[in-house]
């Protein structure tokens, strides 16, 4: 009796890792961490940002073509720069009958140097009413490892 009472003990403790290590990789696929102070006030640098994505392991969470308005926050591959971009869409424009965003930082003076397109998204932050869901500061643990 006792061996099988130790082995559901055993069976529970795997389970217990086995869902913490789920929602681990489901949770980090849903923070960016915020690179440069380009979006302060709304953020700053060392911030993380939870977002939803268009694609988190095969499901899309929202489309980057409809679901993407003026005043959102997204995160997009840029053309300029290396790493993921976090920055405000300030306009959405018909270019050559495709859809394009026109996006900023809120604390740079200029736009993006180029019009977004919806594939280039790859997720926005959350908004809780007309709050951004941030977690201040806890990247800057990740900023440090990846020398930035």
Do not use: C
Request: charged share 20%; proline share 5%.
């Amino acid at each position: 009796m006792n061996k099988q009472k130790s082995n559901v003990n055993l069976y529970k403790e795997i389970l217990s890792y086995a869902v913490i290590l789920i929602l681990a990789v489901l949770l980090s696929a849903h923070l960016s961490v915020v690179v440069s102070g380009s979006m302060e006030p709304s953020f700053y640098r060392g911030d993380i940002v939870a977002t939803e994505n268009v694609d988190t392991y095969g499901i899309q969470e929202f489309n980057p073509y409809t679901d993407v308005n003026v005043n959102d926050v997204v995160v997009y591959n840029a053309k300029w720069y290396s790493e993921p971009v976090i920055h405000r869409v300030i306009d959405i424009q018909q270019i050559n009958g495709s859809k394009y965003y026109i996006i900023k930082g809120d604390n740079n003076e200029v736009q993006d140097p180029y019009p977004v397109s919806p594939d280039q998204i790859k997720s926005k932050v959350i908004k809780i009413g007309n709050s951004l869901l941030i977690i201040p500061k806890l990247g800057y643990i990740t900023l440090l490892f990846r020398g930035l």
